[in-house]
């Protein structure tokens, strides 16, 4: 950031290099207690800030230190944002300092999401971009420039989200979740408002990367929020009970207890996905403790990792299945179990129930356990 105005004084003349020669000059001087700290406490006056924290160059973990909401710069500070999009406005018209600008920043990218714990730990946001709020301060300003020659996008803006209120309001009145001639507590309309857009649309300030990613796994927008940028699990134990609901996919009911108070979820179709974030690829044995429905006894599973397929295994009553999965299924990241059930049927069907869903099986628990040395 320092040889960012030198850089755009160099390309200017060689007089303004002298004054920017002059501002090195000036910030060496600025910066000099700093050394002398690294000095006292690290024996050498470059101490690397990020050492002990894991810093490895081929490890780049730049989308996630933008949207993820552990820490992720933009959902967690939305007026860089909105910054960001004037940065890009400003640039249009000042083309050598606003690619400079934007040059800084990738390089701040490039540092913060080589290291480990890119998260910054317990920090509130993305506080390794504090040398960036210059930027994100000119971004704003020409936004807000922008809208005032433009007053009729907020005007546009307002009256959509009215529109969304309303729209909101009669989904939820057809729904019968309001009363028809009772007075209505508009605190509650406004929280299911709230939640209803935010299930279809997710965290404005983490699009697009939410909507790539609940494209890629056919999941609403919210599940981007519990799951990109998780650091990984090496092994994972997993019950079906709301806990779960964090790396549940397609294709599940909610959770149910059965008779004995155990969580169990049902299979509702003919096929449903696990969303597991995983430290590396490994050699895993899964294990699941299942029971068919009744209706589809006997039945058969067929497992996909990452959309490569595994034997299918048979079922007759409940018990465990499992399989051994090779290192080159997985990799680190999000991985995607798909489970496909021969045999489904509708409880509705027997006449005992007005259970409707297509029901194969029971899911009580699930182990991932690593098998490499």
């Not at 960012?4 to 910066?31: N, Q, T």
């Not at 920043?105 to 509130?124: E, H, P, R, T």
Request: charged letters at 20%.
């Amino acid at each position: 950031m320092i040889l960012l105005p030198i850089l755009d004084h160099a390309i200017d003349s060689r007089k303004s290099l002298v004054r920017a020669a002059w501002a090195l000059l000036a910030a060496a001087v600025c910066f000099s207690p700093q050394l002398l700290f690294w000095q006292v406490t690290a024996g050498v006056p470059l101490a690397v800030p990020f050492e002990g924290h894991g810093v490895s160059w081929d490890q780049l973990s730049a989308l996630e230190v933008l949207f993820s909401t552990n820490r992720g710069l933009f959902p967690w500070n939305p007026i860089f944002y909105l910054g960001a999009i004037g940065l890009v406005l400003w640039t249009l018209k000042s083309r050598r300092l606003g690619a400079l600008f934007f040059l800084g920043f990738l390089l701040q990218i490039y540092i913060n999401s080589n290291v480990a714990i890119w998260w910054s730990g317990w920090s509130f946001g993305g506080r390794r971009f504090d040398s960036c709020v210059l930027l994100f301060v000119v971004g704003v300003a020409e936004l807000f420039q922008t809208l005032r020659r433009k007053p009729l996008v907020v005007v546009w803006a307002g009256s959509a989200l009215l529109c969304l209120w309303s729209f909101g309001l009669m989904k939820q009145a057809l729904r019968g979740e309001i009363p028809p001639d009772r007075l209505v507590s508009f605190r509650s309309v406004a929280v299911t408002n709230v939640n209803d857009y935010y299930e279809r649309v997710g965290f404005p300030f983490t699009a697009p990367m939410n909507w790539l990613f609940a494209w890629r796994f056919d999941v609403p927008p919210e599940k981007f929020d519990r799951l990109y940028g998780h650091e990984g699990f090496g092994n994972l134990r997993l019950k079906f009970g709301p806990d779960s609901e964090t790396y549940i996919g397609r294709g599940w009911g909610d959770a149910e207890r059965d008779p004995r108070g155990n969580w169990f979820r049902w299979t509702t179709g003919p096929h449903c996905t696990l969303l597991v974030p995983l430290k590396g690829p490994r050699d895993y044995l899964l294990t699941a403790q299942v029971r068919p429905f009744r209706k589809t006894t006997p039945n058969r599973i067929r497992l996909r990792v990452n959309g490569r397929s595994l034997a299918e295994r048979f079922l007759n009553e409940g018990g465990v299945v499992s399989w051994r999965i090779g290192t080159s299924f997985w990799h680190s990241g999000i991985n995607e179990l798909r489970f496909e059930i021969a045999g489904t049927a509708r409880p509705s069907e027997e006449g005992r129930s007005s259970d409707s869903r297509e029901l194969g099986v029971r899911f009580y628990n699930l182990e991932l356990i690593s098998q490499s040395e």
